[in-house]
């Protein structure tokens, strides 16, 4: 696996982390997580990422390199022409209304 030096300064590399950070559904469904420089998928692959700015990245994988950059819908379009989708955290549940609520409300 090759790693490419992006030679962005820490504030930069932070900065890319922040836009890249979380979960991504590629265009076969299976869903894949950025963190920390490293992308990880189904079945426990991990990858290492490169930022080349706070909106581009790049990973190697079978000697192949994959250059990404975030859309203005902040997708990731790959060199490859796929494009990855953020997928919304859950929500979570809202609390149950105390008892005294629950009885005002019916």
Same mark, same amino acid.
């Given at each position: 696996?090759?790693?490419? *030096? *992006?030679?962005?300064?820490? &504030?930069?590399?932070?900065?890319?982390?922040?836009? /890249?950070?979380?979960?991504?559904?590629?265009? #076969?469904? *299976?869903?894949?997580? /950025?963190?920390?420089? =490293?992308?990880? &998928?189904?079945? &426990?692959?991990?990858?290492?990422? =490169?930022?080349?700015?706070?909106?581009?990245?790049? /990973? =190697?994988?079978? #000697?192949?390199? /994959?250059? &990404?950059?975030?859309?203005?819908?902040?997708?990731?379009?790959?060199?490859?022409?796929?494009?990855?989708?953020? =997928?919304?955290?859950?929500?979570?549940?809202?609390?149950?209304?105390?008892?005294?609520?629950?009885?005002?409300?019916?």
């Amino acid at each position: 696996m090759a790693f490419r *030096s *992006s030679g962005l300064s820490p &504030g930069e590399r932070a900065q890319a982390e922040a836009a /890249f950070r979380g979960d991504w559904e590629d265009d #076969e469904g *299976s869903v894949v997580t /950025f963190r920390d420089g =490293t992308m990880s &998928g189904p079945g &426990g692959t991990y990858l290492d990422l =490169t930022y080349l700015s706070p909106t581009e990245c790049t /990973f =190697t994988m079978d #000697e192949t390199i /994959f250059d &990404g950059h975030l859309d203005d819908g902040g997708n990731v379009v790959w060199s490859d022409g796929c494009v990855w989708v953020r =997928t919304a955290p859950q929500a979570p549940a809202a609390p149950p209304a105390p008892p005294q609520q629950q009885q005002q409300q019916q």
